[in-house]
């Protein structure tokens, strides 16, 4: 069992930045790659970026690619989520969860999601 906790969220003017992080409990962190969501009210929650288990390879919606990094420390065991030039449009809840068996790929399985962390940002 992995057990996520994010952090960073916060309401933020449009065109500003946050860093979103997730930590993770458990020894086999490292062994995992690893994806942040978001879900806006009355809309499916949607894959925003995805990382790999060694960091190497990182993966991006459409809507956020350029603007945002996923990046991760596994020594901390924390997989963060740099958010610039912000819009109205990435308010949403943003959860991490972790994907075993895959490489952080927007098709792959998810699973031991975290509570979830609020972006607002303001026009």
């Known amino acids: 069992q992995v057990q996520l906790v994010e952090s960073g969220g916060g309401l933020v003017q449009a065109g500003g930045s946050l860093r979103l992080a997730c930590a993770a409990s458990g020894r086999t962190f490292s062994n995992y790659a690893m994806g942040w969501f978001r879900q806006a009210p009355g809309k499916e929650r949607e894959f925003v970026a995805g990382?790999?288990?060694?960091?190497?390879?990182?993966y991006y919606a459409d809507s956020v690619k350029g603007r945002f990094t996923i990046s991760r420390d596994n020594a901390k065991n924390t997989v963060y989520l740099q958010m610039n030039s912000l819009k109205p449009e990435d308010t949403a809840v943003y959860y991490c969860?972790?994907?075993?068996?895959?490489?952080?790929?927007?098709?792959?399985?998810?699973?031991?999601w975290g509570q979830g962390t609020q972006v607002t940002v303001s026009s």
């Open positions: 990382i790999s288990w060694n960091g190497i390879s990182t």
């Open positions: 969860a972790v994907d075993r068996t895959g490489w952080g790929r927007k098709g792959d399985y998810y699973e031991y």
